[in-house]
């Protein structure tokens, strides 16, 4: 059995966005586009794909099909991707407790299908620990294998974020906020711009085929394009993206046996691609084998990005016990725009709106006991295992910290102790406040989910869009809202 019939086996033997901003917040300005459809521009892959792809066969209504258990799985979204409900999976798997969260990787389930027309090819990408910023990274230098490489990105220079950095530093930088594994953005720059391999930069605006004004800088092109793969990633994750076009109008059902990592690059590429283009790269001949050829075959590690069971620690509100303080944001984006509606925002209170420096004693916390791995003006990361590692465990990240009294990196702080003040630093906001976000394993955690964000108590969910949403307690409902009024007062007891 060859590699890519391997690949197959796996998963054959088993198994966008408005941007709005209110005054609570968004995520610096590089960070700020998603991409329409009809934005490819002249970038060129292989003519042809050599390997024909695995297509599935029609399923009678409720029929039960094997399905193994992928990382990060739960019962809501494999009930969304296969057309049935939860209640009809826990029926035709008894040894499955109603309440539990990710399901073990591996596990063997049989799921009733209800069968829907294009789905679209089983052949799997990429593993999901080689998209996310995840432990699996640990050890890759960046800079060391760019240096290495006779491709332009090793000479390329670009102000960001108020530093001058080199290609390389501009991967890392767009890894580390956006958690995308830093390999896959460089087999991505590769793929479309011979990044690494071509001494001459292409004289062409847009390598990376997104068309948009001011938007035209390999940077930028970057940003759009790790902006649109975790927009991918988490709404297959969620459950949301069941289907899309690719630039031709040509609806695309991801195949329900999918992962995460490979409907993420199914999207991007349905974003400036269609036909044979998108085809050839979204198969064995595309970017996978671009992958391949500069960091080996990323199925050939088993590691478990996301384990079965998965539980949050015990995390308070961001800010002090006896303080109250206004639920200004409800699930929004960690970073970026759109997925993953992983963060929520807190306003202290203040006199007056708009960005005003917070009184001394309206600081926010530590929301656990952890170690500060990263501290700047892009964030604070809180890294709980205290391994030193923002990519392991479970991180808490925070963002528009000011600068003064901000926790410096390596601070070693206990739950309710102070990490900041909230501020408009960092991104963009109108008003004062702290924007808070999980992680696990580099993964951003979806605020509402199978593993809720739960604070002193106080569970987050969904509003009718992004910044909406409400915080349940007992018979006690918070409603998110930056009018900062009395049913978005929020404290650690009831309001």
């Known amino acids: 059995m060859n590699k890519i019939e391997k690949k197959i086996h796996k998963i054959s033997t088993a198994f966008l966005t408005t941007v709005i901003f209110i005054t609570s917040c968004g995520t ?10 009809n934005q490819v521009d002249n970038v060129s892959l292989p003519a042809l794909a050599q390997t024909p792809l695995p297509t599935r066969t ?7 099909v094997d399905y193994t258990a992928q990382s990060g799985d739960t019962l809501p979204t494999l009930a969304l991707r296969f ?20 399901m073990p990787p591996g596990m063997p389930m049989k799921i009733p299908i209800y069968y829907l027309a294009l789905w679209a090819s089983p052949f799997q990408i990429l593993p999901d620990h080689a998209f996310v910023n995840s432990p699996t990274g640990i050890g890759f230098n960046t800079a060391a294998f760019v240096a290495a490489q006779p491709g332009w990105l090793k000479n390329y ?48 605006k847009n390598i990376l085929g997104f068309t948009r004004r001011f938007w ?22 969620a459950g949301t993206l069941l289907e899309f076009e690719d630039t031709n109008n040509i609806l695309i059902r991801p195949d329900p046996w999918q992962n995460a990592a490979s409907v993420a690059l199914q999207y991007y590429y349905s974003r400036i691609f269609a036909g044979n283009e998108y085809t050839v790269a979204t198969g064995p001949e595309g970017l996978i084998q671009t992958y391949e050829k500069f960091f080996g075959d990323p199925w050939n590690d088993s590691f478990v990005l996301i384990p079965g069971s998965l539980q949050q620690p015990v995390l308070s509100l961001p800010f002090p016990s006896d303080q109250v303080w206004t639920y200004t944001g409800g ?18 209170p203040a006199e007056k709106s708009g960005c005003a420096t917070a009184a001394v004693e309206n600081f926010a916390t530590a929301m656990a006991d952890g170690l500060v791995v990263r501290s700047g003006i892009d964030g604070i990361a809180l890294d709980l295992d205290k391994d030193g590692d923002e990519r392991t465990g479970w991180v808490i990240f925070y963002l528009h910290l000011a600068d003064e009294q901000r926790a410096p990196l390596g ?6 102790e102070l990490i900041g003040y909230p501020s408009c630093r960092g991104g963009h906001s109108t008003g004062t406040h702290v924007h808070i976000a999980r992680k696990y394993n580099g993964e951003w955690i979806v605020a509402d989910s199978a593993l809720p964000l739960t604070m002193s108590g106080w569970v987050a969910h969904n509003g009718s869009r992004d910044y909406l949403g409400t915080l349940t307690k007992g018979t006690s409902t918070v409603i998110a809202c930056d009018c900062s009024n009395a049913y978005s007062a929020v404290s650690a007891g009831y309001p």
Do not use: K
Not at 58 to 64: M, R, S, V
Not at 334 to 343: F, H, K
């Open 83 to 102: 057309n049935t409900t939860v209640d009809e999976i826990l029926q035709a798997n008894i040894q499955i407790p109603r309440d539990a969260t990710t």
């Open 331 to 348: 699930p929004h984006t960690g970073w970026g725009t759109g997925e993953p509606l992983s963060a929520v925002d807190f306003a202290p």
């Open 411 to 416: 601070s070693d702080l206990e739950a309710g």
């Open 216 to 237: 035209e800088s390999p940077y930028l092109q970057l940003v759009v394009a790790a902006n649109t793969l975790n927009n991918g990633y988490y709404s297959w994750r």
């Open 28 to 37: 610096p300005s590089n960070a700020l586009v998603i991409p329409t459809s």
């Open 157 to 204: 220079r670009v102000y960001v974020s108020g530093d001058w950095r080199s290609g390389a530093e501009m991967v890392d930088y767009v890894a580390v906020n956006y958690s995308i594994n830093p390999r896959l953005l460089l087999a991505i720059l590769e793929h479309q711009s011979g990044a690494l391999s071509q001494p001459d930069i292409p004289t062409r």
């Open 58 to 64: 029609t399923f009678t209504p409720g029929e039960l």
